[in-house]
Structure formats: C-alpha cells, structure tokens
T-cell receptor, first 114, second 115 residues
Framework: NAGVMQNPRHLVRRRGQEARLRCSPMKGHSHVYWYRQLPEEGLKFMVY????????ESGMPKERFSAEFPKEGPSILRIQQVVRGDSAAYFC????????????FGSGTQLSVL | AQSVSQHNHHVILSEAASLELGCNYSYGGTVNLFWYVQYPGQHLQLLLKYFSGDPLVKGIKGFEAEFIKSKFSFNLRKPSVQWSDTAEYFCAVGPDRSNDYKLSFGAGTTVTVRA
C-alpha cells in the first residue's frame, strides 16, 4: 500500500498522559499536513511541514502540541498532558507540493482521552 | 475566517435513489472547492474539485457537483446511488491557489445506502 499511513488507528490515553501520532507520507512526498476533526465539526488545518521544517503552524494550539517531520522516519504529532478536549480524529495528508488538489489523506487516528 | 456548512448530518436512502448533498461556504473571494469521501475504514479520498471554468464538475464514480457562485454553494449529486456509496462525504474550500493546503471542511454528511 503506497498510500498515506497513519498509526495507530485508535489511541486511548488518560488525562495528563502523552499522545504520539505517526504519519508516513506517500512515497516521494515531502510535504505533510495535519488536520484535526473535533466531534460534530469539520476537519481543521493544524500544521504544514516539509522535511525538518515547520512551514505553517497557524492552526496548532500554542501549548502542549508539537509536530515534527524528521529527515528519516514518519511525521509525529505530539500532544503532551492530554485533556478530554483533545479527543478527536487526527488526519494526516501528504503531497509532492503545497497544493490542495494534490493532497492525499490517511485514514486518521482516533484519539480518546479518558 | 471561512466556514463551510453541510446541510445534512445523516442521509439514508435506497439503492437507485438520487442523492444530493448540500454545501455552502462563507468566503466571498476566489475559492477552490472540493468534495472528499471516506469509505468505512478507509482514507479520505478526493471525489472531485472545482477551480475555474465549467461550474458543473464531473468526478469519479458517477458523482458531479455544481458551483453556483451567487448562492455560495457547491452541491454534490449522483443520479442513482449504489450500496457501495455508503460513506462519509466532506465538502471543503481552499482560499486560493497559493496556499490551498489550508482547506476548511464541513462537518461531513454520513450517507447510508440500503440494499
């Protein structure tokens, strides 16, 4: 499967724990985007990364959230000290360039905070 | 900020029925418009898109959408649905071509097609 791979599919954390969500882009793609879908809402842009660089993090909460896309390995979305309001579906997309028409999405990670 | 409104949260219909899903957006400038679909257990995938030109856009799997600028709408249609069209459908809007990776999505419409 050469698509965008996200894991885990489901992640359960207790309040105060850390959540790490992983995204492997499509082969040949060097642009990664993270979106979050809160219950009953649409997906909302969080962050756009290229290899080793954060290009646009205007949609990221200022605290507890961070993202990286290292030279080797998947992109990681990290949420520290999770709270119940972080419960959501987190989608990753990748592209060969910063164009919406070229986005390919993964299946998402459903984070549940108890 | 843009907002995208999808009229129906859940639609249930029988095979061979016609489907129309409403989508309205708030942005008044030049927009790029998308419909995405997520089949159960699968990734989001692009059904169709509109950037310019003919406002009636044909997509994959027999879907089409019509951009009506005066109504700020981009409704999705399919004349005759199949059981395999059961999925969640998302309308999305991109602000402009320079950074349209920042899509704004509607809340989604779950479509259930009964065999």
């Amino acid at each position: 499967n050469a698509g965008v791979m996200q894991n885990p599919r489901h992640l359960v954390r207790r309040r105060g724990q850390e959540a790490r969500l992983r995204c492997s882009p499509m082969k040949g793609h060097s642009h990664v985007y993270w979106y979050r879908q809160l219950p009953e809402e649409g997906l909302k842009f969080m962050v756009y990364l290229q290899k080793e660089n954060i290009i646009d993090e205007s949609g990221m909460p200022k605290e507890r959230f961070s993202a990286e896309f290292p030279k080797e390995g998947p992109s990681i979305l990290r949420i520290q000290q999770v709270v119940r309001g972080d419960s959501a579906a987190y989608f990753c997309a990748s592209s060969s360039g910063p164009k919406g028409e070229k986005l390919f999405f993964g299946s998402g990670t459903q984070l549940s905070v108890l | 900020a843009q907002s995208v409104s999808q009229h129906n949260h859940h639609v249930i219909l029988s095979e061979a029925a016609s489907l129309e899903l409403g989508c309205n957006y708030s942005y008044g400038g030049t927009v790029n418009l998308f419909w995405y679909v997520q089949y159960p257990g699968q990734h989001l995938q692009l059904l169709l898109k509109y950037f310019s030109g003919d406002p009636l856009v044909k997509g994959i799997k027999g879907f089409e959408a019509e951009f009506i600028k005066s109504k700020f709408s981009f409704n999705l249609r399919k004349p005759s649905v199949q059981w395999s069209d059961t999925a969640e459908y998302f309308c999305a809007v991109g602000p402009d071509r320079s950074n349209d990776y920042k899509l704004s999505f509607g809340a989604g419409t779950t479509v259930t097609v009964r065999a």
